[in-house]
C-alpha cells in the first residue's frame, strides 16, 4: 500500500489558491469545488457530493450509525469528499485551510456522540466508504487495513487466508477500523493480545500540510499519539498495518444468563473477584440489565474449559452443554450476537435494525458491593427498556503488564474492567421518550460514581461523552479548559498528547468538541 506523494503539487496549488484567496475566507462551496479540482492528478469531481447532488443524502445517511443524529436539525457537510486515494485526501486538506471549512472524517459512522459527521460550523466530511482495501500477508503474520475497512471485513479477510491469525479488536462487525483502531479498541482478546492500538506497526496519514506520511517519515511520538489518541486530532489516517496474532484451531464460547432468583447477585460479586485472575486465554465478559448474562471466550477446546471452570468459578454452575465449539471466526459472529451463523455477517456495514443510542463508560478499580448491585437492579428495573444494559469487561492478564504511558490509552494495571452503558432512544416513539431514556442513562452514571474511578474519574475515548466536557466552539480552548474530559480519556498521558499536537498542526486546524488542543497558539 505505498503511495507516491503528490504533495508538491498540492502545495504549489495550495499556494496559488492563498494568492487567489488571500482576502478572505469563503464557505462557498464552489470555490472550494473550484480548489479541489485543480488538483487534477486524478479525477476528484467523481467522489465529490453536494447537497445539489441527487446522492449527496444517501452517502450523507449511509454511516451515520446512530439514528439520533438523522434529524433535520442537524448541521450537514458543504460537501462530503468519498475519497479513492491518498491525493484526494491531501487536496480537500489543503483546499478547507484555504477555504474556512473544517473537515469531519468518517470511518464507519459509529462515534457515539456524531462527531465523525458533525459540526457547529460549516464542515466537509471525508467519509472513507470506498477506500477500504485489506491485504493480509499471512507468512509475515501482518495485514494492511484502509480506513473505511470495517473490523469484520478485516476478520474475514484474515480468515479467508488462515484458519489459525486472528486480530484482537472489538465485537460490533460494522465499526470502521479508522476510528476504533485510533481510540483503542478492545475485544474477546484484550487479555491475551491488549489492545487494536497495541497491535499496530505502522500507519498511513496526511498532516496539517498536505504530506502523505508513515511510521517513517512521522515522529515517533506522532505514531505514539495516534494509537489511542484519537487520529482525527492530528491529521487523517488513511491505512494501518497490524501484526496478526495466533488462536487455535478450535475455540470455546459460552453464554449463560442468571436472574436474581438465581442468585445473580452473588454471581457477580464472585465475577468481580476472579475475572482479572483467570487465564489469558479465557474473558468472561459481564452484561447486566434486570439479569446477568455471562459471555465468554476460551482459546481451546470445553474440555479444558470446563476443569479450569470448576476450579475458578465454580458458582456459575458450567456444564459441557452451556459450551460450544468453533474455529475463531465463527466466534466473531456469535460475539456479535447475530442469529445468523453465516460469515456474512461481519461484511454487513450497517446494523439492522437502524439503532439510536447513548453511550457512556467507567472504569472499575474495586468491586461493586452487594448494596451497590442492588441498586443497579433496581434502576434497570424502573427503565423497563429490555435492551438497555451495562457491559463490564474484565482487564487482568496482559493489560497489566502494559505500561500506561506505552500509548496514549491509559487504563492498565489496577483497572477490575471497562464499564460501558449503553442505552437506545426509541426516537420513533418521539424526542420526550428519546430524552426520557438519556436521562435515565445519567441517572445510572451518576449513581455508579461511588463505585467507580475517582480524581478523575475515567472514560474511554471510543465510548464518546460530550457529558464530561467539550472545547469551545468558537476561539481557543486552552489545555487547562480540555484537561476537565482530556484527563478523563488519557489521565497523565494528556499532556504528552497536546505536546504532539502543538508541534504536528499549531494552529489547531484539525479540532473539534473534544480534540486534543495546543499549549502555544490560538486559532
Known amino acids: 500500500m505505498k503511495h507516491s ?28 469545488l473550484q480548489c479541489l479540482q485543480l488538483q487534477n ?42 475519497p479513492l486515494h491518498a491525493s484526494h485526501v491531501q487536496a480537500t486538506i489543503i483546499c478547507s485551510q484555504l477555504h474556512g471549512l473544517q473537515i469531519r472524517t468518517r470511518s464507519g459512522g459509529h462515534d457515539l456522540e456524531g462527531l465523525s459527521y458533525i459540526s457547529q460550523v460549516p464542515f466537509v466530511i471525508i467519509d472513507f466508504m470506498k477506500y477500504r482495501n485489506i491485504q493480509v500477508d499471512v507468512e509475515k503474520r501482518t495485514a494492511w487495513a484502509q480506513a ?65 506520511l508513515d511510521r517513517e517519515t512521522m515522529s515517533e511520538d506522532l505514531f505514539w ?53 483467570l487465564h489469558k486465554d479465557l474473558t468472561i465478559r ?24 470448576q476450579e475458578r468459578f465454580p458458582e456459575l454452575g458450567l456444564v459441557k452443554e452451556d459450551c460450544t465449539e468453533m474455529s475463531w471466526i465463527e466466534s466473531t459472529v456469535y460475539m456479535a450476537g447475530s442469529s445468523s451463523k453465516s460469515l456474512q455477517v461481519l461484511l454487513q456495514r450497517t446494523p439492522s435494525p437502524p439503532q439510536s443510542y447513548k453511550g457512556k463508560s467507567d472504569f472499575l478499580k474495586h468491586p461493586i458491593p452487594e448494596s451497590g448491585l442492588e441498586g443497579i437492579w433496581q434502576l434497570f428495573k424502573e427503565n423497563g427498556d429490555k435492551d438497555a444494559l451495562m457491559e463490564l469487561v474484565p482487564y487482568g492478564g496482559i493489560m497489566d503488564e502494559i505500561p500506561q ?28 421518550v428519546a430524552q426520557r431514556h438519556i436521562d435515565w442513562t445519567r441517572k445510572l452514571y451518576s449513581y455508579m460514581e461511588p463505585f467507580v474511578s475517582k480524581s ?27 484537561s476537565i474530559w482530556g484527563h478523563k480519556y488519557f489521565n497523565n498521558n494528556f499532556k504528552r498528547l497536546a505536546l504532539v499536537k502543538t508541534k504536528v498542526d499549531p494552529l489547531n486546524f484539525f479540532r473539534y468538541e473534544q480534540s486534543i488542543p495546543t499549549l502555544l497558539f490560538k486559532a
Open 5 to 32: 506523494s503528490p504533495y508538491l503539487t498540492v502545495v504549489v496549488i495550495g499556494l496559488l489558491f492563498a494568492l487567489a484567496y488571500s482576502t478572505s475566507h469563503t464557505h462557498d462551496h464552489e470555490h472550494f
Open 41 to 82: 492528478s486524478t479525477s476528484i469531481s467523481e467522489v465529490v457530493y453536494t447537497p445539489s447532488n441527487s446522492s449527496y443524502s444517501s452517502i450523507l445517511q449511509f454511516s451515520i450509525q446512530n439514528r439520533r443524529f438523522l434529524s433535520k436539525t442537524t448541521p450537514k457537510p458543504l460537501v462530503i469528499v468519498t
Open 148 to 212: 473505511g475497512a470495517t473490523i469484520g471485513e478485516l476478520y474475514y479477510s484474515i480468515s479467508k487466508k488462515s484458519k489459525t491469525l486472528a486480530f484482537p479488536a472489538g465485537i460490533c462487525p460494522s465499526v470502521g477500523v479508522g476510528g476504533h483502531f485510533s481510540g483503542g479498541g478492545y475485544g474477546y482478546l484484550m487479555r491475551k493480545y491488549g489492545l487494536a492500538a497495541d497491535n499496530i506497526i505502522d500507519a498511513h496519514m496526511v498532516d496539517v500540510k498536505g504530506r502523505f
Open 225 to 277: 499519539a495516534i494509537r489511542g489518541g484519537g487520529g482525527a486530532s492530528f491529521g487523517v489516517i488513511l491505512a494501518w498495518k497490524v501484526k496478526l496474532v495466533p488462536v487455535p484451531p478450535t475455540v470455546t464460547v459460552f453464554r449463560v444468563e442468571r436472574t436474581l432468583e438465581q442468585n445473580a447477585t452473588m454471581l457477580v460479586m464472585k465475577w468481580q473477584n476472579v475475572a482479572i485472575k
Open 286 to 309: 459481564l452484561v447486566l440489565t434486570t439479569k446477568a448474562k455471562f459471555e465468554a471466550l476460551f482459546l481451546g477446546g470445553k474440555d479444558k474449559l470446563i476443569p479450569l471452570m
Open 405 to 432: 504511558s506505552e500509548l496514549p490509552y491509559p487504563h492498565r494495571s489496577g483497572n477490575l474492567c471497562l464499564v460501558g452503558y449503553l442505552v437506545p432512544l426509541h426516537q420513533e416513539d418521539g424526542d420526550e
Open 456 to 482: 478523575p474519574r475515567k472514560a474511554y475515548i471510543n465510548y464518546r461523552d460530550l457529558d464530561i466536557g467539550v472545547n469551545n466552539i468558537h476561539g481557543y480552548t486552552s489545555y487547562e479548559q480540555a
